[in-house]
């Protein structure tokens, strides 16, 4: 009995963070990251050709921060609380601000560990991660038919169509191992990082295709009802495909979130142009996880329609099983849901690109370019982000950014680096109008962490260089 | 390049601090509260399709239907007894009592009684079952039979003593000891009962047929006294009584028929208090009578006439006609029937309130000699009304009300109801509903006009409207509020055919009626 109720808890969490899902929408960019780079160890994620300045950094679970992102396109604080003429929360408003396609998305990132040694011309990375990241796109219809019923004149031709409907959850653990150099004299860095993945949980519906439509005209709805949903899958596994295997033991979720397997690959380069313009890129996350057949679970639920125009009533007066109740108990009873189990399958990450340039302004100042796309279903979602950054050797680093996306700048970010010895504390985020104006805000985005740093190569170099008469360059190992 | 000093920074810190505080005091003016949901649903109620016929599966029971050769729907209304009589209340078996000679003992007997003190006597009698008017046999279903025993012997008599009908089957058996003590009176008398079932009789051939064996067992036991020869004997009287007849084979007499004046009901649409007087004209009614007779006695049904009462006025129509039934053979019957079309049609287009049939009969009419009846003969008369609905109507009106608790529309801001009808039957349904307060005074008429139009099959006639209820904010009209204080609603509706009643229509098997019935509403919840 407290097993079932745990299991069910647990399905019940999944279900939420499920539905803490969208596609599409531009959240997990972490431009910010990217002009903290010099300071910034997790910055090595985004670009394993970046080198940061710390001789070494290590950053510990539970210290070594967080970034979470959660954002929505559809609503704000400022409509949620608005009032109409009546006093009463304005939820015409709020329906009329819904777009075609709503979108929420949850994307966390938990390092675990994270350890890097600079060398002379070289950073040698490694991190553990928890990553957890959930989508979920609906349409306007959704929420109309919701709040406003199903006789709403704003449901076109009565029609609430959940064709736009999907969602997507995945969480897993990605153990990291990078190299990045310098090539060229020093004018050139490339980099690499090799990541396992342990997938942990995984759960889709895709194409999902049902429609519900209330017939009738301008001056009456409701003539008759239809509902017509397509065959779709609702696909999971993991811990979430586990849940749905009957002879599911509390044994199986120590093994179901660990046994399915996955590689990556993160790929960058930067390249000094001169001693003022610096290029670099990077794609990120180009890899997979293979989910374990013993906990991949796909449940194909078959097409089914229903239609509804009223009781017949001489059956009613006849006191005969009504047909409409018979009708609708053969859909159901027809309603064969197929589960395929034991199949493996392969999901792919979101593969992501970063490609700009910097420019020094001044010693401690400079000033980027950035464009990011993500690579989502065969499709390239671009954005724009300038970045300034003032940098004051690794005590203090600065960053603010202004992305444009859809051919308006909709959104900035800022971030620093504070290092009080012996650690350093990362607060950033890449949704500063959220922070600004939380009226309006539709994210959440923050970065945490305290990372344990040792060494400054720049003072290193800058040493040497001005050691130059020695026959042996030094490098100074001293807390900066 | 400008160095960018501390003091900048602080500005700008200031600034930042500044409209961040500023933007941050408005999340504490946050009120989540009066959330107003107002969802409209729609909702199909009713979706039907019906023919007439459908109609009157579902709401009557008593009502038959057929349809005959042009589709045409045909109502019957029939009753197989509506006059029904068993042989039993025409004949009968009488009680009889069988000639039982009394019992003396032999010279020898007595002689051994003398010298011995005891005699063992055995006697065989047959006696004859007697016959009842001039019958050729008859079986007795269940009876009675009787006995009374007086012996004066001056001894104690051993007596035992079975009736056998002439299957050679016991169906009584007697036995008892009479006490006699020296000196006292040797009278000693006894009785005895039993039922009995299933014996028959024959008349008409070998006696022993008819005829009831006695078997006798006596042993006399001396006390005191020899016995003289004559001077004693055993007395029996044998009666049968109560009995039914299984069946009666001979000649039976011939009975007249005593029939009660029967009422005919055609006041099947009048007898409801809900309807008012209607109009009606059926082209082609008929009215058939069914004779049945399973008795193996010729009937003679004399159908007089049909007497009409309307408004208490009385009318005879005569008709004076003879029905015969020849006898029927044993476990069938002989069925006969008439038809009085001509007759009804004039009757029952007169719209009478109720009509009354007059019959007489008599059984045997020629006295044949060769007759039977059995326990399950009878005779009956019945009848069946066919209204093929080739028709007119007019004036059929519905008048109801339905009390209701009071309707409390809370939050409802409006309901709209639609129907909509499609009718391929002749018949217009004109429809009315005024809600009523407890005084019956209106307070707000639902809806008055058509609900279905009269159409054909090939051209079905199409009826849809709104009725609509609401409170509307922008003229402060409130209907829903009216609904308060509705205690009843009062429903009148009226019924003809296609042009008020004035020509004969003919509906159809295949003729329907397809109705819809929707709702939409907008209710107010505040969370």
């Known amino acids: 009995m407290i097993e079932k109720s745990i299991r069910k808890f647990v399905f019940g969490i999944i279900l939420i963070i499920s539905f803490l899902g969208n596609e599409g929408l531009l959240a997990q960019s972490d431009m910010i990251s990217y002009g903290l780079n010099k300071t910034l160890p997790q910055a090595n994620n985004l670009n394993p050709a970046i080198l940061p300045d710390y001789k070494f950094s290590f950053g510990l679970p539970g210290l070594s921060g967080f970034h979470i992102n959660t954002a929505q396109n559809f609503t704000n604080l400022e409509l949620l609380s608005s009032k109409d003429e009546n006093g009463n929360i304005n939820t015409g408003r709020i329906i009329d601000n819904l777009r075609r396609n709503n979108r929420i998305s949850s994307n966390s990132s938990i390092n675990i560990l994270h350890l890097g040694i600079r060398g002379a011309t070289s950073y040698t990375a490694f991190s553990v991660t928890n990553r957890i990241n959930a989508r979920i796109s609906f349409p306007r219809e959704f929420i109309q038919f919701i ?45 690499v990082r090799v990541k396992y993945l342990i997938g942990h949980a995984y759960a889709d519906i895709k194409s999902f295709d049902a429609r519900l439509q209330t017939f009738g005209n301008a001056d009456f709805r409701g003539d008759s009802l239809a509902m017509n949903v397509n065959e779709f899958d609702i696909r999971s596994a993991g811990i979430a495909g586990a849940l749905f295997d009957e002879d599911f033991q509390d044994e199986d979720i120590r093994k179901s979130v660990l046994s399915n397997r996955g590689f990556g690959l993160d790929l960058g380069a930067t390249y000094e142009f001169s001693k003022k313009i610096k290029f670099f890129a990077s794609v990120n996350d180009l890899g997979f996880i293979r989910w374990n057949q013993q906990y991949a679970n796909q449940q194909t639920i078959p097409a089914f329609q229903y239609e509804f125009s009223g009781v017949d009533v001489v059956e009613l007066i006849n006191g005969e099983d009504l047909s409409v ?7 159901i009873n027809n309603l064969e849901i197929a589960e395929t189990t034991g199949e493996a399958f392969s999901t792919s990450l979101i593969g992501r690109l970063y490609a ?13 370019a950035i464009l990011y796309s993500e690579f989502y279903r065969g499709a390239l979602i671009p954005a724009l982000t300038g970045m300034y950054n003032f940098q004051a050797g690794t005590f203090f680093n600065f960053a603010f950014s202004a992305t444009m996306m859809n051919g308006r700048v909709n959104n900035f970010g800022t971030g620093l680096t504070l290092n009080l010895m012996p650690f350093q504390i990362v607060l950033a985020t890449n949704d500063l109008l959220s922070l600004v104006n939380p009226m309006k805000a539709r994210a959440v985005d923050f970065r945490f962490g305290i990372n344990h740093t040792f060494g400054n190569v720049g003072n290193a170099k800058s040493r040497a260089k001005k050691d130059s008469k020695n026959t042996i360059e030094t490098i100074d190992l001293g807390i900066d | 390049m400008k160095r960018i000093s501390g003091k900048s920074i602080f500005y700008l810190a200031f600034m930042v601090v500044i409209s961040f505080g500023g933007c941050y005091s408005e999340l504490s003016d946050i009120k989540f509260e009066n959330l107003k949901w107002s969802p409209e649903l729609g909702v199909p109620l009713v979706d039907s399709k019906f023919t007439l016929i459908e109609l009157l599966e579902a709401n009557a029971d008593d009502i038959d239907y057929t349809t005959d050769s042009n589709n045409t729907i045909v109502l019957s209304i029939s009753d197989d007894s509506l006059f029904s009589q068993s042989a039993s209340d025409y004949y009968s078996l009488s009680d009889q009592a069988l000639d039982v000679p009394p019992i003396f003992l032999t010279q020898d007997e007595i002689e051994e009684f003398n010298s011995t003190g005891q005699v063992t006597v055995s006697r065989d009698i047959l006696v004859d079952y007697p016959n009842q008017g001039n019958l050729d046999e008859i079986i007795i279903d269940q009876g009675r039979v009787e006995t009374q025993v007086e012996e004066n012997f001056p001894a104690i008599v051993d007596l035992s003593f079975s009736l056998e009908d002439p299957s050679n089957t016991a169906f009584l058996d007697y036995n008892n000891e009479f006490n006699y003590s020296a000196g006292n009176d040797p009278v000693s008398t006894d009785e005895y009962a039993d039922q009995i079932n299933n014996i028959g009789f024959r008349f008409d051939g070998d006696p022993r047929l008819r005829q009831i064996m006695f078997s006798f067992q006596i042993s006399l036991t001396k006390v005191d006294q020899n016995l003289v020869f004559g001077g004693n004997s055993i007395d029996l009287e044998v009666g049968f009584q109560d009995l039914e007849f299984e069946g009666l084979y001979g000649d039976l007499s011939s009975q007249d028929i005593s029939t009660e004046t029967n009422t005919i009901r055609t006041d099947f649409l009048n007898d409801n208090e809900l309807i008012n007087d ?77 009509v009354s049939l007059q019959i007489d009969g008599v059984l045997d009419p020629e006295d044949v000699s060769n007759n039977y009846v059995t326990k399950d003969s009878e005779i009956r008369v019945g009848y069946e009304i066919n209204l093929p609905l080739e028709f007119s109507l007019s004036g059929l009106e519905i008048n109801e009300t339905v009390s209701l608790e009071g309707i409390d529309p809370q939050e409802l801001q409006y309901a709209l109801f639609k129907f909509t009808s499609e009718n391929s039957l002749p018949i217009d349904l004109n429809f009315r509903a005024d809600l009523l307060d407890e005084d019956s005074a209106l307070v707000m008429n639902l809806f008055d006009g058509k609900f279905l139009a009269g159409g054909t099959e090939s051209q079905p006639a199409t009826i849809s409207d709104i009725i609509r209820l609401e409170d509307n904010p922008d003229t402060n009209s409130n209907e829903l509020d009216e609904l308060k204080g509705v205690t009843r609603i009062g429903i009148r509706a009226t019924v003809s055919t296609t042009n008020n009643g004035s020509s004969v229509v003919r509906i159809t098997s295949d003729a329907s009626v397809q109705f819809n019935l929707a709702v939409q509403a907008k209710y107010n919840v505040n969370l």
């Open chain 1, 147 to 191: 709040a406003l019923g199903n006789a709403s004149d704003q449901l076109e031709d009565g029609l609430l169509d959940m064709g736009r409907f999907s969602t997507k959850t995945t969480a897993y653990t990605e153990v990291g191992l990078s190299h990045g150099r310098e090539i060229l004299n020093g004018k050139m860095t490339v980099g």
């Open chain 1, 356 to 368: 700009g340039a910097s420019y020094q302004l001044t010693r401690r100042q400079a000033a980027s």
């Open chain 1, 325 to 331: 109740i018979n009708d609708f108990d053969s859909v």
């Open chain 2, 278 to 354: 209607i109009d009606y004209y059926f082209e082609n009614p008929q009215f058939r009578m069914i004779f049945t007779n399973s008795m193996g006695v010729p009937i003679r049904f004399d159908v007089n006439n049909f007497t009409t009462y309307k408004n208490g006025q009385q009318t005879e129509q005569p008709i004076n006609n003879s029905i015969e039934l020849e006898s029927a053979l044993e476990g069938s019957a002989t069925r006969t029937e008439t038809n009085f079309d001509a007759n009804f049609k004039n009757i029952i287009n007169n719209t009478p309130d109720s």
